[in-house]
């Protein structure tokens, strides 16, 4: 599969107001600034798409994206340490917690962590939290091009040692890069397959 078409369909500010549609979502996710329009931009082949900033929090509602006539791209607000208040970053977390476990259209979740720093904990709590609640994720690896020599794989391997004392077995991984576009084929295959199996 190859995504030929995309396009901006809605943003929904809760799980309720998102479209009334039998398609298939994949949602994406991660802390704050971890690389997550640019992913999208780089999975989709648009380098506007999703809008990427350098301000930390920028989306704050479930942006939705038609790919292919066939799927929707389900772009959710980072968690972490985004500029804004308190009662905003709680009124996130209910949105997206909402959408995660209610929303039935949702196949997977693609939880990106930065592959250049270690764990965090805020990234370890929230794997939990969908493991705790049955929901399946793929953990996806950004800014693969950044670490040098074998800094890369040594951080890889660090954040699954975190990981795997709390899991017995780690999800579906990817190694991505939005500037090189490394993990694209991967990612899109996967989503292809998925789509297969429905």
Same mark, same amino acid.
């Given at each position: 599969?190859?995504?030929?078409?995309?396009k &901006?369909? #809605?943003?929904?500010p809760?799980?309720?107001?998102?479209?009334?549609? #039998?398609?298939?979502?994949f !949602? &994406?996710?991660?802390?704050?600034?971890?690389?997550?329009?640019?992913?999208?931009?780089?999975?989709?082949?648009r380098?506007?798409?999703?809008k990427?900033?350098?301000?930390?929090?920028?989306?704050?509602?479930?942006?939705?994206?038609?790919?292919?006539?066939?799927?929707?791209?389900?772009?959710l607000?980072?968690?972490?340490? !985004?500029?804004?208040?308190k #009662?905003?970053?709680?009124?996130? /977390?209910?949105?997206?917690?909402?959408?995660l476990?209610?929303?039935? +259209?949702l196949?997977?979740?693609?939880?990106?962590?930065?592959? +250049?720093?270690?764990l965090?904990?805020?990234?370890?709590?929230f794997?939990n939290?969908?493991?705790?609640?049955?929901?399946?994720?793929?953990?996806?690896?950004?800014?693969?091009?950044r670490?040098?020599?074998n800094?890369l794989?040594?951080?890889?391997?660090?954040?699954?040692?975190?990981?795997?004392?709390?899991?017995d077995?780690?999800?579906?991984? &990817?190694?991505?890069?939005?500037? #090189?576009? /490394?993990?694209? !084929?991967?990612?899109?295959s996967?989503?292809?397959?998925v789509?297969?199996?429905?």
């Amino acid at each position: 599969m190859e995504i030929i078409e995309s396009k &901006f369909i #809605t943003s929904a500010p809760n799980v309720q107001s998102c479209p009334n549609s #039998t398609l298939a979502e994949f !949602a &994406f996710i991660g802390r704050s600034n971890v690389g997550k329009s640019s992913l999208i931009n780089m999975l989709t082949g648009r380098r506007e798409l999703a809008k990427v900033s350098g301000k930390p929090g920028k989306t704050q509602l479930i942006n939705y994206f038609l790919i292919d006539e066939m799927w929707h791209l389900v772009d959710l607000p980072g968690y972490g340490y !985004a500029s804004v208040s308190k #009662t905003k970053r709680t009124q996130f /977390k209910k949105m997206i917690d909402d959408y995660l476990i209610l929303r039935g +259209n949702l196949v997977n979740t693609f939880v990106l962590v930065d592959s +250049n720093i270690p764990l965090q904990k805020i990234d370890l709590e929230f794997m939990n939290w969908m493991g705790e609640n049955g929901l399946p994720f793929s953990i996806v690896y950004t800014k693969s091009d950044r670490p040098r020599g074998n800094k890369l794989e040594e951080n890889i391997i660090s954040i699954q040692d975190g990981l795997k004392e709390y899991w017995d077995e780690l999800p579906t991984e &990817f190694i991505t890069s939005a500037e #090189t576009t /490394k993990g694209r !084929a991967e990612i899109i295959s996967y989503i292809s397959n998925v789509l297969q199996s429905l």
